[in-house]
């Protein structure tokens, strides 16, 4: 049953299925949206006059704080504002260079955490320091360059990856610098323990047997060793380090934690770890497309993830995230270089092979959001994104 109502008639709770406008035109993921924060709402009423509810899909009006599982309460947002201080062509250099330095320091981490040698907690503090900054001028640079890298060891790709992952839904959280940096050393070090677990387990390619998982989840433990004896670890960086496998209904571990026990920076960590799982190329697994990880996020919402954090994530990074191959209407192939905001189906796309698969050269830089004409009557449209693994050109060649 679906009811019209005026935007001044929104509550929280509200499951909203139809606007008077395209939801291609909003900053909206996905049709249909239940309203569970003021930024929500505050969304619809800008960019709408009336809206249609659909009432069995609505919920009680409830504060998105409300967490009915523990009693406990949860902030989501922050109160740090932040702009776009240069664009992503003049930050993508300071980015490479940020991700090229930092990876010999990865990979001298888990070296260290492997003999039993003692972590520099100060370069972990510059490393993480350094992937902040860069987020904080501009996110989408960081982002794409973790698609467009040389190849690197898994364990470093991925420890790199999720760092810049949360220092960058941590600056969309409006979280303070402060608590970017401490979310970006809580990507870099929160599977350090891994470095620990045999690896023939690591790179096994069939499905963990109930024993073998069983000694995965030790790694966990294996972290909190290693963080322990690390001088200049903050202890709340120890607190953390064991969060990113609990889930909200409480199937997680080591704890089987629920809801507002996880806490946000925990809560941030499961969802960032589990996009970072399937979207980067796996020793024992094929990647997916970005904009199918999220899929998979948006179906266990409510179940694993925090469901309001879910969709928060998912209007950070966008439908097609930055990084993202995407066949366009023309059948010429992309690659997403920045989010539109305001019109996350219409991203800017840098085009880098013909319709015959062929190298385009130079490169064809399309701003969706201002629907260049692919034919006299007929504009760019992305048709569908692509797993990136196919898209078989060498990083370096690819340049703004």
Known sequence: MKKKIPVAELRFGMYVSELDRPWAETPFPLQGVLLATEDERETVRKLCKHVFIDVERSREPVAIQHEPSTGQTMRLRGTTSYSEKVTVEVELKQARNIYRESAPLIDDFNRSAKSGRVLDAHRVKEAASHVVESVVRNPDAMLLVTKLREKSAYTISRALDVSIYMATFGRFLQLSPDELELLSMLGLLQDVGMVRLPNELLEKKERLSPQEFELAKKHVNYSVEILSATPGIPQKLLDLVTLHHERYDGSGYPKGMKGAEIGLYGSIAGIVDTFGALTLQRPYADDISPSSALGILYKQRGTNFHPALVEQFIQCVGVFPVGSVVELNTGEVGIVI????????????????????????PHLILDLNKDPMATANEPYQIRRALEHSKLELDPRELTL
């Open 338 to 361: 920045a989010q539109n905001p305001l019109r996350r189906l219409k991203p800017r796309v840098m085009v880098v092979l013909d319709a015959k698969g062929y190298a385009m050269r």
